[in-house]
């Protein structure tokens, strides 16, 4: 069986995401000139493009409610976002994976996990991506892309400090409204607690 840390990142993602070689299915990619920008397949030909995926939509989705803020997205978190894109609950991607992958420039493995922890704060809560993670096997990170997993990482995530709580309610409002909805008085409880 091939996991995820035998092949190399493109190979990965090719064997996940097999329709689009330009986006892996997740409608943008990084541009020549470093930016963020929408796949070229779907920008030239409307309708050719094959679907994306379900990380692939969360991801879009995030990217286009930004394009008329002033915060600007970068490629560097676009391409953990990305990496992340190929994992799943059942399959999630591994700390030390995705430090292999972007952040092994880093000295040090406490400053590496430090990093990798940073990045997926900054995915969760300036791109309100919905990033799951699970410290019991299987371990790892992964794009949440329904209300189930959704409600289960919120109910294991609300035990974290008041701060967390309205990150988490920020990713709730933004991805599954009726969800959010729900929450919003358990999140008031606590934040007054």
Excluded at 56 to 67: F, H, N, V
Excluded at 69 to 75: F, T, Y
Excluded at 126 to 150: A, H, M, Q
Aim: net charge neutral.
């Amino acid at each position: 069986m091939l996991l995820a840390h035998d092949l190399p990142e493109s190979d990965f993602l090719q064997t996940t995401f097999s329709d689009c070689e330009r986006c892996f299915d997740i409608g943008w990619h990084v541009s020549p000139q470093g930016g963020i920008s929408r796949c070229p397949v779907i920008a030239g030909t409307p309708g050719v493009h094959h679907p994306l995926s379900q990380p692939g939509e969360r991801i879009s989705r995030c990217i286009e409610a930004k394009l008329d803020s002033p915060v600007e997205l970068d490629a560097y978190h676009f391409e953990v976002a990305r990496t992340l894109a190929a994992a799943t609950r059942e399959r999630p991607m591994h700390r030390d994976e995705l430090i292999r992958r972007h952040f092994s420039f880093v000295r040090g493995s406490e400053n590496q996990r430090r990093k990798l922890t940073l990045a997926v704060n900054h995915l969760r809560s300036i791109w309100l991506l919905p990033v799951g993670s699970s410290k019991r096997e299987p371990c790892g990170y992964w794009i949440i892309t329904n209300e189930s997993d959704f409600k289960n990482w919120i109910d294991w995530a609300a035990a974290e400090p008041v701060t967390k709580l309205n990150e988490l309610r920020g990713l709730a409002r933004f991805n599954f409204p009726i969800f959010a909805r729900q929450l919003e008085l358990r999140f008031e409880e606590a934040a007054n607690a």
